[in-house]
C-alpha cells in the first residue's frame, strides 16, 4: 500500500528522514501517526526509527539532545522543530512486568516491529509514501480489531500496561479486541497490580475522555480489571451504572468532568481521598471536588449569585452538562443570566484589598483583617454593598461600630 498524499506533520519531517538515509542507513515513520493518517484521524506525535545506532545519528545531525540515549532516542533539533529518532532495537526480559532488563539495538526493522503491542501500532512508513506491514495490521486496521504482534499472552508478561492500553484503544478507535488478545488482557489483567498507579491513571484518563469510552469500559468490568485499579473493586455494578444513567451519545468535556461523573456513580463524596489513592495532583483533585460538590448542591436547590461566584462559571457549567446528560432538570440560562449579574467573579477584583486596609485605615496584620476581607467579598457579591472604594470604607466602619 502507499499514501498517495503525506499529511503536513510527515512532510515537514521528511527532511529528517532524507538526511538518516543519505548517511546510509534506513529510517521510517512509525507507530500511532501511521496508523492515525491511514485512519484519517488527527496526528499528534510523529516518531520515527531508524537502523542507525545513537551515536550514528547524533553524527548526522548538528543539533541534538540525549533524551533516553540508553534506550536509543536522540531528541533532534532541526529545521525548527523537534524529532525524537529511536533506534531499531530489541528488548530483553523484563523486569517487573513494565521495563526490559535490557536493550540491545538492532539494524532489522521488523525486529524492531516485532517488540510493539498491537499490529496497527506495528505499522511503518517510508520517505516514499509506502507502508511496510509485517504482521497483517492493514488487514486488522481494515477489520477493525486490535490484535497483539505474534504472542499476545507475551505482549502482555512484557508489559502489563498493554492490557489497560488495549481497552483504552478500543475506546478511542471504537475497535474490537481479537478474541484470542482480549483472553489474554482477561487473563493478564492482575498483572495491572504490578504496574504504577500513574501510568494506569494515565490510560484510564485517556479511556474516559474517548469518544467510544463507553466501549471500552464494558471490556474493562467485563475482563474484571477493575479489581487490580484503586478502589474499584467490587465496583462492577457502580461501574456500570456509570454508562447506564448518561445519554448513548455523551462524551465529557474535560478530565476532571469525566472523573467527577465516576465518583458521582459511585457514591464517593470524599473525591480526594479516592483521586490520592490514584496519585492525582492536588490541582486535580480540587478540580474534581468542586464539581462533585456543586453537583450535589444543585440537587437540593438551584443556583444562586453566591454558589456561582463560589465554583465559577465553568464549573457550574460542567455541572449542569452532567446534568442534562443523566435526564435531569437543567438551566443553561440561569448561569449566562447569574453570571452577568455578578459585579466581582473574583477577590481579586475588589476595590480594596489587605494592603489597603493596613494603609490605609490603620489595620493590623492578622485573621482579623482576613475576616474583614472576607466580609466585603461576601457583601460585593450579595449586592450589599457597591464595589466602591468609599461604599466599602463606610460598610466597614459601621460594621466595626456594631460590634
Known amino acids: ?51 542507525s545506532y545513537p551515536q550514528e545519528t547524533k553524527s548526522i545531525f548538528p543539533r541534538t539532545v540525549d533524551v533516553g540515549i540508553e534506550h536509543g532516542t536522540v531528541l533532534v533539533l532541526e529545521n525548527g522543530g523537534e524529532y525524537e529518532i529511536t533506534t531499531f532495537r530489541t528488548e530483553d526480559v523484563y523486569v ?31 520517505e516514499e509514501g509506502n507502508i511496510i506491514d509485517c504482521f497483517n495490521g492493514l488487514e486488522d486496521l481494515k477489520n477493525k480489531s ?15 500496561l498493554r492490557v489497560m492500553r488495549g481497552f483504552r484503544f478500543a475506546a478511542t478507535l471504537g475497535f474490537t479486541i481479537e478474541e484470542a488478545t482480549y483472553q489474554a488482557m482477561k487473563q493478564e489483567a492482575k498483572l495491572l497490580a504490578k504496574i504504577s498507579v500513574e501510568r ?11 469518544e467510544y469510552w463507553r466501549k471500552g469500559l464494558a471490556l474493562l468490568i467485563d475482563a474484571q480489571a477493575n479489581q487490580f485499579l484503586p478502589d474499584l473493586a467490587g465496583k462492577e455494578e457502580d461501574l456500570l451504572r456509570l454508562m447506564a444513567v448518561i445519554k448513548d451519545t455523551f462524551t ?33 483533585q480540587k478540580a474534581v471536588s468542586k464539581i462533585v460538590s456543586l453537583y450535589h448542591f444543585r440537587e437540593k436547590q438551584e443556583l444562586d449569585k453566591l454558589s ?18 443523566r435526564a435531569l432538570e437543567s438551566d443553561f440560562a440561569r448561569i449566562q443570566e447569574l453570571d452577568e449579574a455578578l459585579v466581582i467573579h473574583d477577590k481579586h477584583e475588589m476595590a480594596i484589598n489587605g494592603r489597603y486596609l493596613m494603609q490605609e485605615m490603620g489595620m493590623k496584620p492578622g485573621p482579623q483583617l482576613g475576616e474583614i476581607l472576607n466580609r ?9 454593598v457597591p464595589n466602591q472604594i468609599e461604599a466599602i470604607r463606610q460598610f466597614i466602619e459601621e460594621g466595626d461600630k456594631n460590634e
Open 96 to 126: 517487573d512486568f513494565r521495563r526490559p532488563s535490557h536493550v540491545s539495538f538492532v539494524r532489522s526493522l521488523e525486529e524492531d516491529l516485532k517488540r510493539r503491542d498491537f499490529t496497527v501500532n506495528a505499522l511503518a512508513l517510508d
Open 200 to 210: 494506569i491513571f494515565i490510560e484510564f484518563d485517556k479511556l474516559l475522555m474517548a
Open 252 to 284: 465529557f468535556e474535560n478530565s476532571a468532568q469525566a472523573w467527577a461523573h465516576l465518583m458521582i456513580s459511585l457514591g464517593i463524596y470524599d473525591s480526594r481521598a479516592f483521586l490520592k489513592k490514584w496519585k492525582t495532583s492536588n490541582d486535580f
Open 146 to 160: 486490535l490484535r497483539a504482534v505474534g504472542k499476545a499472552h507475551e505482549r502482555f508478561e512484557e508489559d502489563a
Open 376 to 384: 466585603v467579598e461576601l457583601a460585593i457579591v450579595n449586592g450589599q
Open 308 to 325: 456561582l461566584y463560589t465554583y465559577g462559571k465553568e464549573v457550574a457549567l460542567l455541572v449542569e452538562d452532567l446534568r442534562q446528560a
Open 1 to 51: 500500500m502507499k499514501l498517495m498524499t503525506m499529511p503536513s506533520e510527515f512532510q515537514k519531517a521528511l527532511p529528517i528522514l532524507r538526511q538518516i538515509k543519505e548517511a546510509g542507513f534506513e529510517a521510517y515513520f512509525v507507530g500511532g501517526s501511521v496508523r492515525d493518517v491511514l485512519l484519517e484521524r488527527p496526528i499528534h506525535d510523529v516518531d520515527i526509527a531508524t537502523s
